[in-house]
């Protein structure tokens, strides 16, 4: 498997040097606006991860552009812990960082962190991530900041119409 620090400038994807947790950062860069949740790891878990931001962006009258875009990357980004890391369960948190709305989604298992992958046409699965690249200013993976696991992370642009 390759290092998931391992800068990938073609793919859009940051090293996790990059990453700082959200608790880390100067809080003058913090807005207020916040959302956090536990999810268990199951498939129905997906579709309440794209609920609740959806709600919560909604409440905070992000552009809809914003909404659609960012209950696409948690969507993903939760498939994926489900799918590959072998966690109990999932952490979501979305928050404003500036012009960048922060979306990222936790485990604590120990499989794969994620990195893009080449889907074939027959191929069902592979290109979460390639729409996370996509989609995402920045992206990347950290370790959790508690026992084993890691945190991946996309930022979005908000735009001018936001907040």
């Known amino acids: 498997m390759p290092d998931a620090t391992v800068n ?3 793919m859009g994807v940051a090293s996790s040097s990059h990453a700082q947790p959200l608790e880390r950062y100067d809080t003058s860069l913090l807005g207020s606006e916040r959302l956090s949740f536990q999810l268990p790891a199951v498939d129905a878990s997906v579709g309440e991860a794209r609920r609740r931001v959806r709600a919560q962006l909604t409440e ?10 960012a209950q696409l990357v948690v969507s993903e980004l939760v498939t994926n812990a489900l ?13 404003i960082l ?5 979306i990222a989604v936790s485990s604590a298992g120990a499989g794969p962190a994620g990195m893009p992958t080449a889907a074939t046409m027959e191929d069902e699965g ?15 993976v950290r370790p ?11 930022d979005l ?5 936001a907040r």
């Open 8 to 10: 990938t400038q073609s």
């Open 60 to 69: 905070w009258r992000s552009p809809v552009e914003l909404t659609d875009n």
């Open 83 to 95: 799918r590959h890391t072998g966690s109990r369960s999932v952490g979501c948190e979305v928050r």
């Open 98 to 102: 500036g012009s960048l709305l922060r």
């Open 126 to 140: 592979g290109r979460g991530l390639l729409l996370v690249c996509t989609l995402a200013e920045v992206w990347g």
């Open 144 to 154: 959790r900041d508690a026992g084993s696991g890691h945190v991946v992370w996309a």
């Open 157 to 161: 642009a908000i735009g001018p119409a």
